[in-house]
Nanobody, 126 residues
Framework: QVQLVESGGGLVQAGGSLRLSCAASGPTFSSYGMGWFRQAPGKEREFVAGIKWRLGSTGYADSVKGRFTISRDNAKNIVYLQMNGLKPEDTAVYYC???????????????????WGQGTQVTVSS
């Protein structure tokens, strides 16, 4: 069974940085896609960034391009989201998710991902 555990959230001032981690356990993840999503109060869950575990190919939402970087550590089965230049509008609960479909491209819709972590709160103050 796949388990995803996020960490690294917190409170930061605008312009600051945080690094989120997602520790994955379960089957071999080589064919998986991993994604970070976020959900702010009263809003739908939205795609932030994704990475294909084997190829390392990535995808980003336009709102975070140039500020956020997704990466993975194959040996440790951890996916990271480095967030720089944080803005108040980045405030949300951030979720890690896994997609076992083995597609070539990163998928960006929440319903494409079968497994989810519990989420970690990121709050950016102005």
């Amino acid at each position: 069974q796949v388990q995803l555990v996020e960490s690294g959230g917190g409170l930061v001032q605008a312009g600051g940085s945080l690094r989120l981690s997602c520790a994955a356990s379960g089957p071999t993840f080589s064919s998986y896609g991993m994604g970070w999503f976020r959900q702010a109060p009263g809003k739908e869950r939205e795609f932030v960034a994704g990475i294909k575990w084997r190829l390392g190919s990535t995808g980003y939402a336009d709102s975070v391009k140039g500020r956020f970087t997704i990466s993975r550590d194959n040996a440790k089965n951890i996916v990271y989201l480095q967030m720089n230049g944080l803005k108040p509008e980045d405030t949300a609960v951030y979720y890690c998710a896994a997609d076992s479909a083995g597609t070539v491209r990163v998928r960006t819709t929440p319903y494409s991902y079968e497994y989810w972590g519990q989420g970690t709160q990121v709050t950016v103050s102005s």
